[in-house]
């Protein structure tokens, strides 16, 4: 009986160091001393020991027990400590990883070129005046010499909301607008950025919603000259301190002389695709204020004579970036988009 209980305690203390997990030293625990285990089995048998070997069987099958119970509990802690350490490994933060990248919103080229056209007018002392996009006829036309019926108003075809409302189909009526505001008292020295409409068919050239910029400049003795060297400036420092700039007689209602303004092509006057041989690109319309626009927006057109022009954010933006189809501004494919998304 010695011998077996010998030979017990012995397996199982190999079985105990040989558990990998708590679950395989639990099983080794209910196996070894569980109320069916084998040393429970020993003590059964004992009422057949005699008298004097009783007791001496008794002590040794508590020993057994003890180291088994001793080496279980050991082994617990061990394996609790491993358990614990891997968890630890498997859960760290390597603080060395580098960071998921953010990615980040860039201005719409739009923007970018509104933005740039604004900060070159305004550090040639303009403010930025704003008007609505749903505009009066009035504004629209009327107070630009555009009365109803007149030829001029069909290049400027517009969506109608009633016949006096309209979606505003140039950023000029801000410049009545402004001077109004100024009750006939100069000087008034404004660009005004915004949104306008046509009722044209959208194509790489077209699209029925664009942008502009209008500039108006009203004081005494202002000249023709006042306005070529505004734009000659403009035109250097929006392309390149190489450009020159042309003026070409041309048409609008609310300017007389009005003009055409080209700029010099990159191409140096050799000719090329984007000045189709020229040499020179269109850029904006311009012209002297008309007596009329100034008079009807209450300004004293006697003492007081003006220049204004207006141009189109995404012509300037083809022409600065080589794009070649207008709608690529809205359209908002990404991988347009990112190539201007510079963050400053
Ligand atoms: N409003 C004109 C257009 O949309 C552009 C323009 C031309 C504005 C001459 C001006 C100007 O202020 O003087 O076609």
Known sequence: MEEQLKQLQAEALEKVAAAANLKELND??????GKKGPVTEVLKGMGKLSAEERPKMGALV???REDITKAIEEKQVTLEVA????????ESIDVTLPGRPVKAGGHHPLTRITEEIEDLFIGMGYTI???PEVEQDYYNFEALNLPKGHPARDMQDTFYIT???LMRTHTSPVQVRTMLKHAGKGPVKIICPGKVYRRDSDDATHSHQFNQIEGLVVGENIRMSDLKGTLDAFAKKMFGADREIRLRPSFF???EPSVEVDVSCMCGGKGCSICKGT???EVLGAGMVHPNVLEMAGFDSTKYSGFAFGMGQERIAMLKYGID?????YTNDLRFLQQFSVHE
């Open 28 to 33: 080794v625990r209910v196996a070894y001393l």
């Open 62 to 64: 508590n020993v057994v």
């Open 83 to 90: 358990a614990i350490e891997e968890q630890l490994a498997k």
């Open 129 to 131: 005046a704003e008007g």
């Open 163 to 165: 016949s006096e409302l």
């Open 253 to 255: 209602p609310f300017t």
């Open 279 to 281: 040499g020179w690109i």
């Open 325 to 329: 189809d207008i709608r690529h501004f």
